[in-house]
């Protein structure tokens, strides 16, 4: 009788502890973060594409540029890393709040409209009043 209930316990110990261990090793990351990653990939190569640098210069600061290139570094290196399941939901939460106020598409048609057509096109300067983006 006192094995059984030796061979009970230790079962049931064993069954938490690789209960425990497997919570605590972590999952691959949220759908919306590798999302959030992705546009944040895309904005980076606008920024820096050749259609595109003389607006964005104008739209955004050389500030919120590097801001935009740390960002999506940052989020790589995040997203390499295996995520603890206590944190998941937190973090999922914050890349879907980032991605609502990324807000891509409409960076994406403002540095489209505030292309020049020409390279002594004015209208550039007053860009960066006109569109007021929170990346």
Excluded: W
């Excluded at 230790?10 to 919570?23: D, E």
């Excluded at 944040?40 to 935009?68: G, N, P, Q, T």
């Amino acid at each position: 009788m006192f094995e059984k209930i030796t061979i009970s316990i230790t079962t049931l110990l064993i069954v938490m502890f690789i209960t425990l261990y497997y919570y605590q090793s972590g999952t691959e990351p949220p759908q919306e973060c590798i999302d959030l990653h992705q546009d944040y990939i895309k904005l980076s190569k606008l920024v820096d594409s050749d259609k595109y640098h003389v607006s964005a210069r104008k739209i955004f600061s050389k500030e919120k540029i590097l801001y935009i290139h740390s960002i999506e570094k940052h989020y790589h290196r995040l997203l390499k890393e295996r995520f603890r399941r206590s944190g998941y939901d937190d973090f999922k939460v914050i890349c879907i709040n980032a991605k609502k106020t990324m807000n891509l598409p409409a960076i994406i048609q403002a540095l489209k409209e505030q292309t020049p057509t020409n390279p002594l096109d004015k209208k550039l300067e007053h860009a960066s009043r006109q569109y007021d983006f929170t990346i």
